[in-house]
């Protein structure tokens, strides 16, 4: 999933439900735990090998991006532009890094510049919008959705995040559209299912919203998302009351 949108569907919980909780989130990228032992270990061993071409500081900046090692990463992607300017990906990724350590202003810039290099780059439109998300500034943040979709129709976590914006804008059957449209993408994302519920109760369907979080439910504990698993239980366990 390509979503820095962090708490944005915590909107829709609070305003249907009642309730306080974290949000339902798409993460990033697929993150990797490490010990300080374990990661100065690995500090040590990357220290022998040096980048020379801009793949290669791409692949160590990215495998820092993994590593919640932001700064890092970010430093190695400097290095990738230094070398090509016009590296679409080290743009996104240094974005991304940027976003991370919530440097906003700065992931902005560098999907715009991505932008520049390639005018057609959807995801680069979605992690744009998802910047802007994050500074509350969702009528910008939908436009930027709006291009992803119109560029990749088959991108879910776009039309996902689209979901979010449009329900916080108060466009909750928009926002419904936009989660069954991820949904038929991608029929395994618990996320999309929790919040469809939640748009669902917010606009009387309690049948609706109770089968889509039962689903989400089953989708989390499948994914070992205790966590998710346990707080989409609390709110199917608030709506049946």
Do not use: W
Request: charged share 20%; proline share 3%; aromatic share 10%.
């Amino acid at each position: 999933m390509n979503s820095i949108y962090e708490a944005i569907a915590i909107l829709g919980i609070t305003t249907a439900l009642g309730l306080a909780s974290t949000a339902y989130a798409t993460p990033t990228l697929s993150r990797v735990s490490f010990g300080e032992q374990s990661l100065r270990q690995y500090q040590l061993l990357e220290a022998l090998v040096v980048p020379k071409t801009a793949d290669e500081f791409f692949q160590r900046g990215t495998d820092k991006l993994d590593k919640r090692d932001y700064q890092g990463a970010i430093e190695d992607f400097n290095q990738v532009l230094n070398i090509n300017p016009k590296f679409v990906e080290a743009y996104c990724n240094r974005g991304l890094a940027r976003a991370e350590l919530q440097n906003y202003q700065g992931a902005i810039a560098d999907f715009q510049q991505a932008l520049q290099v390639s005018p057609n780059h959807a995801d680069a439109y979605n992690k744009l919008g998802n910047a802007y998300a994050a500074q509350s500034n969702f009528q910008t943040a939908r436009e930027n959705f709006d291009a992803a979709v119109r560029l990749d129709p088959n991108m879910a976590d776009a039309y996902y995040n689209r979901g979010l914006t449009r329900y916080t804008l108060g466009d909750k059957p928009g926002a419904l559209a936009d989660y069954t449209q991820a949904l038929q993408i991608n029929p395994s994302m618990p996320e999309a299912y929790g919040n469809r519920g939640i748009t669902r109760e917010a606009l009387g369907d309690k049948k609706g919203a109770l089968e889509d979080l039962q689903k989400a439910a089953q989708l989390f504990r499948a994914k070992g998302d205790m966590a998710a698993y346990q707080q989409t239980l609390a709110l199917i366990e608030t709506l049946r009351k």
